[in-house]
């Protein structure tokens, strides 16, 4: 099953978006598409997840190789979804407080609690190389504890590597995640 913007997507995000937003550095609401977008086909990794994860998980992970188009992804579902894009590359060096900071300094918190807004973060592999293998960690914690009951999933963008060592630490969390 490919899960495409329209058939999963739409359906899984569904955020409305958030007027009176401030967002910080890094963090963005997309306003343009680009013309010549044409959309990758994901699936789901029988390895990493089991069929229908990706349905009821609270964190999706998307992995690929570098420069297939995972930020043009992104930005596109984050265009059709009004969701917040988040591009680690762009923002301070990740922690403990990055997601749940980010939040609050982007007057998102109220949104996020009533689950009528949804975060895709782009450029995992990005963070991980910046910061102590412990700040990563921490990271990591942000998210699964504020992915914890969600019906909106986060969602994270990155190359593979990063991708399965984010799946590893997010599970030892607790999280309930589905790799793609």
């Given amino acids: 099953m490919n899960l495409t913007i329209q058939d999963f997507w739409k359906k899984r ?5 958030v007027q009176d937003a401030t ?3 890094g963090w963005s609401f997309e306003k343009k598409a680009l ?5 990758a086909p994901l699936t789901v990794d029988d390895e990493l997840s089991n069929r229908g994860d990706e349905d009821k998980s609270e964190v999706l992970l998307v992995s690929a190789p570098g420069a297939v188009g995972k930020s043009t992804l992104a930005r596109q579902i984050a265009l059709e979804t009004g969701a917040v894009y988040v591009d680690l590359a ?3 060096p990740v922690g403990g407080n990055t997601l749940s900071g980010g939040l609050a300094k982007s007057k998102l918190i109220s949104a996020w ?4 807004t949804a975060v ?6 990005e963070a991980r190389i910046r910061v102590t293998q412990e700040a990563f960690e921490a990271f990591l914690k942000d998210v699964a504890e504020l992915s914890t009951g969600r019906t909106v999933p986060i969602t994270l963008f990155g190359r593979t590597g990063a991708v399965q060592d984010a799946w590893l630490l997010l599970d030892g969390h607790g999280a309930k995640v589905a790799v793609l």
């Fill in 90 to 92: 762009n923002t301070d």
């Fill in 35 to 39: 013309a010549t977008f044409k959309e």
């Fill in 23 to 25: 967002p910080v550095r």
């Fill in 13 to 17: 995000l569904a955020p409305v978006k």
């Fill in 113 to 116: 609690d009533s689950e009528t």
């Fill in 120 to 125: 895709l973060i782009d450029g995992l592999d």
